[in-house]
Nanobody, 126 residues
Framework: QVQLVESGGGLAQAGGSLRISCAAS????????LGWFRQAPGKDREVVAT????????YYADSVKGRFTISRDTAKNTMSLQMDGLKPEDTAVYYC???????????????????WGQGIQVTVSS
């Protein structure tokens, strides 16, 4: 069974930085698209950023462009999201997700992702 495990997160002040990471339990990422999604209280889950494991093509939501950076480490078999210039509106539960066979134009689509982590809280205070 595929298990994705998030780590990092926590509390930061506005303007600060946090880093969250995702690892696959017991196996390697391969030929996958990986993504970070978030859900704030009372809101729908939304895409934050996605990356192809092979080739590294990325996608960013407009709300995080220039502030967040998604990356993957093939040696450590992890994916990370570096979040800089944090804003209170970035407060949410962040989820790592993995999908297969996703075409580039669909990498931002939540429905394309098959496996999800349990989520990790990111809180930004003003």
């Amino acid at each position: 069974q595929v298990q994705l495990v998030e780590s990092g997160g926590g509390l930061a002040q506005a303007g600060g930085s946090l880093r969250i990471s995702c690892a696959a339990s017991g196996r390697t990422f391969r030929n996958a698209a990986l993504g970070w999604f978030r859900q704030a209280p009372g809101k729908d889950r939304e895409v934050v950023a996605t990356i192809r494991w092979s080739g590294g093509a990325t996608y960013y939501a407009d709300s995080v462009k220039g502030r967040f950076t998604i990356s993957r480490d093939t040696a450590k078999n992890t994916m990370s999201l570096q979040m800089d210039g944090l804003k209170p509106e970035d407060t949410a539960v962040y989820y790592c997700a993995e999908g297969f066979g996703i075409i580039l134009s669909s990498m931002s689509s939540i429905s394309q992702y098959d496996y999800w982590g349990q989520g990790i809280q990111v809180t930004v205070s003003s």
